[in-house]
Every structure is written in structure tokens, then in C-alpha cells.
């Protein structure tokens, strides 16, 4: 009942879209047919409803095992499709599940693990979660930053970032070293994500006359790229 449901809660949830005003950046670089993996931060419980209302598509969504706890979350999380994954300790079950949805679907993740309580898009530390799945399945990552907690009649902004595609080897699991280093990459990616968004949102890039000429990057971008060296992943991780 996965699909039929969730694309019912996505009716619903487009009801309320009026009371949530966001404004999507980056349309262009979602992923609407074949294997991905979206990674959201994850400010409040209205980001499941504003991802799957802003991005087309079916996909599945990761959430924790503590879900499970309340007979009704389970029930309604399950029908939507949600995969229950105990982050201390994954079954492999769960894992198998997950990678294959990932043969030639979509999930969401929230990687950070936990809702994030702060009121703006400064990730906490990353899970390793998402390199393993995106390690083993080869899938694409496309990053996707809410600019700030949801609230009602609150005009907020979505970011969705360039797919990233950072694993050297795949196919198979990560050693933990390779792990830990793709998830620096891609706290490093967020990191460069959030000085993006930033920027479009104060500057309203999306007005043509505060459009960026072809080539040019934002002061706070450069500023950023000059102080922050891109981590290495693979065999370069290695020799650091």
C-alpha cells in the first residue's frame, strides 16, 4: 500500500501548502527517474511533507526505529512507506530493504540522524549512514537544504543542490576509513550548499537584477572555497 498512500498524503499535504509559502531552488537538478538518494537536514516534522510536496516523484523515506514505539506512527509511517532503521544498530534485514529500493528507486534520508533544533541550515555532524548507502548502491546523493525551520505564514526557501557523485569504489560496503571520508565530503558539500542558499536568499538571486553573471561566484562562495580545501575520498583519503 506504499505508493497508493503516500501519493494520498501527498494530496493532503498539497492542501496545506498555502500555510507553508516556501520557494524552491535548484528544480532543475532533481532526479525524477532511476536510482538516487535525497539528503535533507532536518529541522521539524513538516519536512517530510515540504520535500515530497516539492519534489516530484515516489520515493521511500528513512526513519528511526523509535517510530515503531507508538502503535499509530507506526501504522501511518508504514503505509506512507517509511523504512524503520535502528542507527546503533541496523539489522541487516533493514539494510537489504534498503538497498533494494535502491536497484532502481529513490529514498529520502535525513542524515544528520536527528531532528537538528537550531532555526537555520547549519547541518549538525553527519551519520556515516548515507555512505554506506550510497557506497554499496552506487547511487547519486542530491543534497537538499531547508533554509530554516518551518513555520506557518513563514515564507521559507528549499535549495536542491547539483547531484553528488564522490565514491570512488562502489558496489561494495566502505571500510570504515573510506566511510568516514565520504561523509566528510559530503559535510563539505552541505557546508558549500549552505553558503549557496544564503547567499540566493539574501541577496534574492532569484531577481534579475541581482542575477550572478555566467561564471561569476558569490563573494561568500569564493571566501568559502579559499578557506575550505575539498576533503579527498578514495585512495587520495588514503595517503592524507
Given at each position: 500500500?506504499g505508493?497508493?498512500?503516500?501519493y494520498?498524503?501527498?494530496?493532503l499535504?498539497g492542501?496545506?501548502?498555502?500555510f507553508?509559502?516556501?520557494?524552491v ?7 525524477k ?5 535525497y539528503?535533507?537536514n532536518?529541522?521539524?516534522?513538516i519536512?517530510i511533507?515540504?520535500t515530497q510536496?516539492h519534489?516530484?516523484?515516489?520515493r521511500?523515506y ?6 515503531t514505539?507508538?502503535?499509530l506512527?507506526k501504522?501511518?509511517l508504514g503505509?506512507?512507506g517509511?523504512?524503520f ?8 534485514s533493514t539494510m537489504r530493504?534498503?538497498f533494494?529500493v ?7 534520508i535525513f542524515p544528520?540522524?536527528t531532528?537538528?533544533?537550531s532555526?537555520?541550515?547549519?547541518m549538525r555532524?553527519?551519520?556515516?549512514g548515507l555512505a554506506l548507502?550510497a557506497?554499496?548502491?552506487?547511487a547519486?546523493?542530491?543534497p537538499?537544504?531547508?533554509?530554516r525551520?518551518p513555520k506557518i ?9 547539483s547531484?553528488?557523485?564522490?565514491v570512488?569504489v ?5 571500510s570504515a576509513?573510506e566511510?568516514?571520508a565520504i ?16 547567499d ?9 537584477k ?5 561564471g561569476?561566484v558569490p563573494?561568500t562562495?569564493a571566501?568559502f572555497?579559499?578557506e575550505?580545501p575539498v576533503p579527498?575520498v578514495?585512495e587520495?583519503a588514503?595517503?592524507?
Amino acid at each position: 500500500m506504499g505508493k497508493p498512500f503516500y501519493y494520498f498524503s501527498k494530496f493532503l499535504y498539497g492542501l496545506g501548502r498555502p500555510f507553508y509559502p516556501t520557494k524552491v531552488i535548484g528544480r532543475e537538478n532533481i532526479i525524477k527517474d532511476g536510482k538516487c538518494i535525497y539528503a535533507c537536514n532536518h529541522l521539524s516534522a513538516i519536512d517530510i511533507p515540504l520535500t515530497q510536496v516539492h519534489i516530484p516523484g515516489y520515493r521511500r523515506y528513512i526513519g528511526k526505529v523509535d517510530f515503531t514505539e507508538k502503535k499509530l506512527s507506526k501504522f501511518l509511517l508504514g503505509k506512507f512507506g517509511v523504512i524503520f532503521i535502528d542507527r546503533d544498530k541496523p539489522a541487516l534485514s533493514t539494510m537489504r530493504e534498503i538497498f533494494k529500493v535502491l536497484e532502481d528507486g529513490q529514498i529520502m534520508i535525513f542524515p544528520e540522524g536527528t531532528r537538528n533544533k537550531s532555526d537555520d541550515c547549519t547541518m549538525r555532524e553527519i551519520k556515516t549512514g548515507l555512505a554506506l548507502f550510497a557506497a554499496k548502491s552506487g547511487a547519486p546523493v542530491v543534497p537538499v537544504l531547508i533554509y530554516r525551520r518551518p513555520k506557518i505564514f513563514r515564507k521559507n526557501y528549499m535549495y536542491i543542490g547539483s547531484p553528488l557523485d564522490v565514491v570512488a569504489v562502489k558496489g561494495r560496503l566502505p571500510s570504515a576509513a573510506e566511510a568516514e571520508a565520504i561523509t566528510a565530503r559530503y559535510a563539505y558539500e552541505f557546508a558549500r550548499l549552505r553558503v549557496i542558499l544564503c547567499d540566493w536568499v539574501e541577496n534574492k538571486r532569484w531577481k534579475k537584477k541581482n542575477r550572478l553573471k555566467e561564471g561569476e561566484v558569490p563573494p561568500t562562495l569564493a571566501a568559502f572555497d579559499a578557506e575550505h580545501p575539498v576533503p579527498p575520498v578514495g585512495e587520495a583519503a588514503e595517503r592524507s
